[in-house]
């Protein structure tokens, strides 16, 4: 094996342990926790090593968010893919969806509520952020003609962000979860 390549693998190891370690302490303390000392003593790095791979705390966040949009896509095409119909398909990725952010509360913050500049929406995200796909595929057989599909996904988009959202605050009760769920299902359905 060339130098170069090994270099290469061992850089690629080092900057997942990095995010890896980033990520559990989010998990475990909140992103206050979160350091570019406290990473790298976890990993037992120097922080010129973490330096060498991010800026700083922000550009640590955001390959966490890119991570976890590609794992939050993961979950969204099983339940998009293990459903028998489209209204089956869009209740289970509005489960999957909301039950995400309640039970990776840390990492979904990094991914949708942290400021960032991650570039969503547009032609230069990179794949795993593209997690909007799983939306739209479950979206574009509800969508009635001359609608935009794209703009009814962001719209199911944001109902699911605000729902996840105020349920992990506990602004919404936890326990009408699935009836609003239904509802959402139901309206966007039309049935």
Known sequence: MPIQTRRERARAERELLIVTAA??????????????????????????????????????????????????????RRARTAAP??????????????????RRPALYDAMFTHPGDLPFAT????????????LLVVVVPITAEGEDAGLLTETFWAALHGLATLMRSGRLPEEAREKRLALLIGHFTGG
Not at 86 to 99: N, Q
């Open 23 to 76: 990520r559990e302490l989010a998990e475990a303390a909140g992103w206050d926790a979160v350091t570019t000392r406290r990473p790298a003593a976890e990993i037992e790095y120097s922080q010129p090593v973490l330096y060498s791979h991010f800026k700083g705390k922000d550009a640590i966040m955001a390959a966490v968010a890119v991570q976890g949009c590609a794992d939050l896509a993961a979950e969204l």
């Open 123 to 134: 032609e230069q995200a990179p794949a795993p952020l593209q997690a909007f796909g799983e």
């Open 85 to 102: 119909g489209t209204r089956e398909a869009l209740a289970a990725v509005a489960e999957t969806y909301t039950s995400f952010a309640q």
